[in-house]
């Protein structure tokens, strides 16, 4: 005879299935970017990862995952490891290294004092929203947001402006919390995101990185954010879908809360791109396609194609096509073809400026060549 307990026990999932599945969990390496592990290993000077002894060693593949996020975050070069060695404290439970590398271009671009929030914000969960009142939650985001921006920059400094107010005059736990749920907010969240604030805030202090004085600009913030997220840029698609070409080829469309959904941009960057029914970036910002030349410079590719004389600058000039993982940026912009290809140049100013006479001169050779 069965007893009461076991009369309400119910299965998950059949025997069978249960069987089947292994009994550890995986280990941490096997579910982890590898790129943090390869920079410490490199700060520590303990050689090629791929020769280290270890214990569980990680598939190739994850090892060239973690080669390829360095590499587009231009972090393996010596340089790279020597500040890699410097910041060894840096909270790494959820400080990954794109989030480190836009703190590290936070200084350079003056925009230091928003990119820790706004790094701090993205490196964790999406705060908890109540579904029976989804639709509503929706639209007081929406109403919040930039005009140019979604989440990823304008709202989470309004947001966390908010925070630091409320915590200076909240009066008890209690009102705390329901201020947060009619925002649609979690306060263990919001806690959460203040003390990895903190976290980085002293980090960055002790290396000796300078805070902007003055309000960063959407330029700013976006070109240091730009840092850690070229791998998800899009260029908007020339069908009816409002899809976006991303890098590698792939494709993908705005989640529908984002402020850009409807309004579009013809490049855009997202925090984070994530597959449900389809592919959809959130956290999505307008940005200007001279900002990738400039951020993502070490990855760009550059081709040349018609090649010729102009008399007017008196130089040999080009057409430049170029790409980031096979997405264009740029796919026609005029160069100075001199520095670029010397020889092919040479040969062309000698063909078109000085036999065709359009060089504009008085030196005396040009006087006796023509004759």
């Not at 009816?240 to 013809?266: C, D």
Request: include cysteine.
């Amino acid at each position: 005879m069965r007893s009461r307990d076991e009369r309400h026990l119910y299965r998950l999932y059949e025997e069978a299935d249960f069987l089947q599945r292994p009994e550890f969990t995986d280990a941490e390496i096997f579910r982890v970017s590898l790129a943090t592990v390869i920079l410490r290993m490199s700060a520590l000077g303990l050689g090629e990862v791929e020769a280290f002894p270890f214990i569980e060693r990680p598939a190739a593949r994850a090892i060239a995952d973690g080669y390829q996020l360095l590499q587009e975050l231009n972090a393996i070069d010596d340089q790279a490891i020597a500040h890699a060695a410097r910041s060894r404290n840096w909270p790494s439970c959820r400080s990954t290294p794109k989030w480190r590398g836009c703190c590290w271009l936070g200084g350079q671009y003056h925009c230091l004092n928003e990119i820790l929030i706004i790094a701090s914000a993205l490196a964790l969960q999406d705060p908890p929203r109540p579904p029976s009142r989804a639709a509503r939650g929706r639209r007081m985001r929406r109403t919040s947001a930039s005009t140019t921006s979604a989440p990823i920059s304008s709202s989470y400094i309004k947001l966390w402006t908010w925070f630091q107010e409320a915590l200076k005059h909240k009066k008890t736990n209690k009102l705390w919390a329901s201020d947060c749920r009619d925002k649609f907010l979690s306060p263990l969240r919001l806690r959460e995101w203040h003390e990895l604030h903190q976290q980085l805030h002293a980090q960055v202090s002790e290396m000796g990185m300078r805070f902007n004085e003055q309000p960063a600009t959407y330029e700013q913030i976006h070109k240091a954010l730009l840092t850690g997220l070229l791998g998800n840029i899009g260029s908007k698609g020339v069908d009816r879908e409002a899809y976006y070409l991303g890098p590698r080829e792939i494709k993908f469309f705005i989640a529908s809360n984002s402020v850009l959904a409807k309004k579009g941009s013809q490049v855009g960057v997202a925090a984070e791109i994530v597959e449900t029914t389809k592919l959809f970036a959130r956290c999505v910002a307008r940005i200007e396609p001279e900002w990738l030349e400039e951020v993502g410079a070490h990855l760009i590719k550059r081709s040349y194609f018609d090649a010729h004389w102009e008399k007017k600058a008196a130089q040999v000039a080009a057409w430049e096509r170029s790409t980031l993982y096979g997405l264009v940026i740029n796919p026609k912009k005029r160069v100075h073809y001199g520095p670029m290809n010397p020889e092919e140049s040479r040969e062309i100013f000698i063909r078109e400026a000085l036999v065709n006479g359009e060089f504009n001169t008085q030196a005396p050779f040009f006087a006796h060549n023509q004759n």
